[in-house]
């Protein structure tokens, strides 16, 4: 019973959300690349990314989304990182989108661990299948190396 107050709200958004009525809304799946700087305390280098994704709309202006990436620190000795997430987000002007966004990612080097990455961006459509994007993400590292930072830029399409 000490947790009715916590469930109680849960159950009320979950039952509203399923029986609300779902507008008419093109769920998108998109690919999209990306380049940008990834620094910590020791360098900075640039990095480039492909992402495949697919958003679903929870209603006229919320979404979550997954998707799959794979970027490359572009210096010596580092592989390419796979990496799969989720997002989710709103549609905050017309053709906008900021979202938050959460992802675990392989190693880059032969030494290194599996990281996680959280990350925040926006999205801007360019016309109807084009859109742009800003994007920062933290990456945790751990294993006693010194977290990330990337900030990128890309264009991606809509299906």
Known sequence: MRNLPILLPV?????????????????ETYV????????????????????????????????VGGEGFAEKVLANDTRVVWGIGGRAGARVLPGAKLYAAANWQSKDCRECGDAVGL?????????????????????????????SDIVAVGMGTKF
């Not at 159950?11 to 769920?27: G, K, N």
């Not at 690349?33 to 006229?60: F, K, M, P, Q």
């Not at 990350?119 to 977290?147: C, F, R, T």
Request: negative net charge; glycine residues 8%; without cysteine.
């Open 32 to 63: 999209e690349g990306t380049g940008g700087v990834i620094w910590n305390h020791e360098e900075a280098n640039a990095v480039a990314a492909v992402t495949l994704g697919h958003d679903i709309d929870l209603s006229e202006r919320l979404f």
């Open 119 to 147: 990350s925040a961006g926006w999205e801007q459509d360019l016309n109807e299948k084009v859109y742009a994007k800003l994007e920062y993400k933290h990456v945790l590292i751990g294993n006693g190396e010194p977290d």
């Open 11 to 27: 159950a009320l958004v979950s039952a509203a959300a399923i029986a609300a009525p779902a507008p008419a809304l093109a769920d």
